[in-house]
């Protein structure tokens, strides 16, 4: 049986990590099928930075669905819907916040609210700087409930010449953490 992932896009800066991992996640052979959720104000930085809308997204592959944000009655707000992991990418402070307070007002919060509950790999890639003491603390307080968090920080001894580049290595490392290592020429050799 195949995978099943769940990336969503909320709203702060870099949804080009996102499209780079909706894309790979997509691809990988072991994946079925990848939810796709966007904040309304994901949806909105998504258009300024990339000029992509949601059906763009969506059209990348037949594996990817898309579930509106205030869609509570979606499967994955249950945790018995079999579901392998997800990842924000990239996670506002103000979806942090969410998650670390148990606020599931909307789809994002709660299928990542199921996913701690169900013990189940939950990436939160945080894209703010800096950092006061609350998203310190809620950092703090969803790694402790075991939660991933991996900032929107990239590592740059692969010397990405693209932006493209950039994003794709970056969401290499994220697959690694749900799970799916792939095959990846730009992983650090000594
Ligand atoms: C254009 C724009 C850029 C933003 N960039 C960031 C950001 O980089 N990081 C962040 O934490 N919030 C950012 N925000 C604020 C969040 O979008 C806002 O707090 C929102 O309520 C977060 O909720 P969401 O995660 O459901 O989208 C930005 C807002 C806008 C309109």
Request: net charge neutral; charged share 25%.
């Amino acid at each position: 049986m195949g995978k099943r992932f769940t990336l969503a896009i909320t709203g702060a800066s870099g949804s080009a990590f996102g499209v780079a991992a909706l894309r790979r996640l997509a691809a990988n052979e072991a994946v079925e099928e990848v939810t796709l959720l966007l904040s309304v104000t994901g949806k909105r930085c998504l258009l300024d930075e990339t000029g992509l809308a949601v059906k763009d997204l969506a059209a990348f592959s037949p594996k990817i669905r898309h579930h509106d944000e205030r869609d509570l009655g979606a499967a994955i707000s249950s945790g018995s819907h079999r579901q392998d992991g997800m990842v924000l990418v990239p996670c506002s402070a103000g979806a942090l916040g969410r998650i670390a307070a148990g606020i599931s007002e909307g789809l994002v919060s709660r299928a990542a609210d199921v996913c701690l509950k169900e013990r189940r790999p939950l990436v939160l890639c945080l894209r703010e700087t800096p950092l006061n003491r609350i998203h310190l603390e809620n950092l703090l307080r969803v790694h402790d409930a075991g939660a991933i968090v991996m900032p929107l920080m990239p590592g740059f001894y692969a010397r990405p010449d693209t932006f493209e580049a950039l994003f794709d290595t970056f969401a290499t490392r994220i697959l690694d953490q749900l799970g799916l290592e792939e095959a990846d020429s730009r992983r650090w050799k000594a």
